[in-house]
């Protein structure tokens, strides 16, 4: 059975690794639904979020080619249910709804979405939340006329304790 995965990679930040990682996905037919990469706790490791909508045999195979790639320090993947996540999402809007049009106002207020910037063409509003949440949001916004819209990939993490920290610091030295 399919289910969502976030699969997350440890790994010094080289050039031409989320390349190679990619062409795993590739090789055996998997969308990726979104890509992040952040610095973590540890001092020059990176964290590839890579998530996915595969089965557990297919995370379990992808996690074993991964980690062979040279530069992947660790990696490990996660249900929806095992961590706690969240995408980030722009709206850009005519400046003049939001003025003129007492609904927008209330589509704005009801969604708790933030006026990040206003200016005389336009307005633009960010959204935090989970994926649901922003394509709601989105949706409520259609009517209005987006003038563009950028969503971020998932960032998230576990809800367990990990103690990544420790075990990176020991494979690295």
Do not use: C, W
Not at 48 to 73: P, S, Y
């Amino acid at each position: 059975m399919k289910k969502t995965y976030s699969i997350s990679i440890y790994t010094e930040n080289n050039l031409g690794l989320l390349n190679r990682i990619s062409i795993i996905f590739l090789k055996r037919h998997i969308n990726i639904e979104s890509v992040t990469a952040s610095k973590t706790e540890i001092e020059n490791v990176t964290r590839l979020i890579i998530v996915v909508n595969i089965t557990e045999v297919q995370v379990k195979k992808i996690i074993t080619q991964i980690e062979k790639q040279i530069d992947v320090i660790k990696a490990y993947y996660h249900t929806d249910d095992e961590i706690i996540y969240l995408q980030s999402a722009l709206f850009k809007v005519k400046s003049h709804l939001l003025f003129d049009d007492r609904q927008i106002q209330n589509v704005i207020k009801e969604s708790n979405t933030n006026i990040v910037t206003v200016n005389r063409e336009f307005f633009v509003l960010e959204k935090s939340g989970r994926k649901e949440e922003i394509e709601e949001l989105y949706n409520a916004l259609l009517p209005f006329g987006i003038m563009q819209f950028v969503r971020s990939g998932r960032i998230s993490v576990s809800k367990e304790e990990m103690k990544i920290t420790q075990l990176l610091k020991k494979q690295l030295n």
